[in-house]
Every structure is written in C-alpha cells, then in structure tokens.
C-alpha cells in the first residue's frame, strides 16, 4: 500500500510532467475562439483538452485532461 510520502511524490511528479512544455509555440485557439465557444457550452458539455507539446504527452499520448462545465451561476439557478 503506497504512503502519504510516495503518494505525494507521485503527485509533484505528475503535476511536473503536466506543465512542462517541450517546444514553446503560440496556443492553437485563440482567446476569441475560446469566447465564441463559451457562450455556446450548456451544463453538463464535457470538454477534452490536448496538451500539445508538454511532457505528458510522451507518457499519455492517446489521453488529456477533461473538464464538465457545470455552467454559470445563473445557468444553476435556472436549472435548480
């Protein structure tokens, strides 16, 4: 059974390896194509994201982080 020390070690790892970047490069979507798509998401949209150029990518090729937009605080009440 892993201990508090080893899980956190694997943690830090795997944080590390999640935000280092190989190549640096401009983002492939822009903040005005994130805007567009924003007001398009409803609560519950699952979103993938692919982390070109990072670490993580040479371990989890085929995999990346996801998100559940849960929606706005409007959106929730509306939805109660």
């Known amino acids: 059974m892993p201990t508090r020390r080893s899980t956190r070690l694997q943690s830090l790892v795997a944080e590390w390896i999640g935000d280092v970047r190989i190549v640096e490069r401009p983002p492939f979507i822009s903040q005005a194509q994130i805007a567009d ?41 509306r939805l109660a």
């Not at 798509?37 to 371990?59: C, M, Q, T």
């Open 37 to 77: 798509v924003r007001h398009r998401l409803k609560p519950g949209d699952i979103l993938l994201e692919r982390r070109s150029w990072y670490a993580s990518n040479a371990f989890l090729p085929a995999s990346g982080p996801r998100r559940l937009y849960v929606g706005t605080f409007e959106d929730l009440e």
